[in-house]
């Protein structure tokens, strides 16, 4: 899948959108918007550097990147995805999630968007027509993260025989998090005979009390979605889990390495590997 985003990313700057900028321009544009820090995306970022470099692209001669990272602040995002836009870059790359895609797309229809592993559904999101034929000017990879919430349940209840009842923390303010609550674990909840038990979590003061409360209703086991303001608050929902002796499950590794007992969801770091590899032997 990285290998065909960057794949994508070298036609857009090989094939300009338009041949009035291939006259004038010698140096490709890149535009990287973010949701995260420049900290926590410098692996990633590297990795689609040296991926670009294997196809003749070195940043500073022949491409230059704006990098925009909107540190947490979901607010920023549209600022910063038509601060890209007056730029006019060739490409906007999306290292995010739905707020920054949304942004991107709210603020061009005609600079190319590819997005790097969002986690929702971009077909029931409106952002593309198929995922075979986007259309429009959106493309790139998804992991479909959201889908996975009824297969992590199930996963659950396997690890857990006599698991009833499972706490669900979740960021009321991230729309993947609330259709995953919605559409997908009840569904999947109904079919392992669970209860699923929602807990919003808006901020750190907020955490603090709905572990309090989670704690004191003792349920079976802990289910962490995923999003930025979930991956923040990693130590603290793992530590909960492992204090209370509560079976846990994840959307990513990061987690399990803090204690937490598992996740299940794509691992970025093996397909970034994996398409440096393919991207050396084409």
Known sequence: MIFALL??????????????????????????????????????????????????????????????????????????AAELVRLNVD????????????????????????????????????????LARPGGNITGITLLNRELGGKRL??????????????????????????????????AARALGLIVQPWQVSDAEKLEK?????????????????GRQMEAFQKQTTAFAIKNRLPSIYGTSNNVQDGGLMYYGATSRTAINASRTMLIKS
């Open 210 to 226: 709905q572990l309090v409360a989670m704690g004191n209703q003792r349920p079976n086991g802990v289910y962490v979605t995923g």
């Open 154 to 187: 199930e996963l659950l209840k396997e690890a857990v025989p006599n698991l009833s009842r499972v706490g669900v923390l979740y960021d009321p303010g991230n729309q993947n998090n609330e259709r995953e609550l919605k559409q997908v674990l009840p569904v």
């Open 91 to 130: 490409v906007i790359v999306i290292a995010g999630g739905d707020t920054q895609l949304r942004a991107a797309k709210n603020a061009t229809s005609t600079i190319p968007i590819v997005m790097v592993g969002q986690g929702g559904d971009p077909v029931a999101a409106g952002y593309v027509k198929s």
């Open 7 to 80: 794949f994508t990313l070298y036609s857009l700057l090989v094939v300009p959108c338009y041949p009035v900028h291939a006259q004038s321009k010698k140096i490709s544009h890149v535009g990287y918007l973010s949701d995260s820090s420049p900290a926590r995306e410098s692996a990633r970022a590297a990795a689609i550097r040296q991926a670009l470099r294997q196809l003749g692209y070195v940043e500073g001669e022949n491409i230059a990147t704006e990098y925009r990272y909107a540190e947490g602040n979901v607010d920023r995002a549209p600022e910063l």
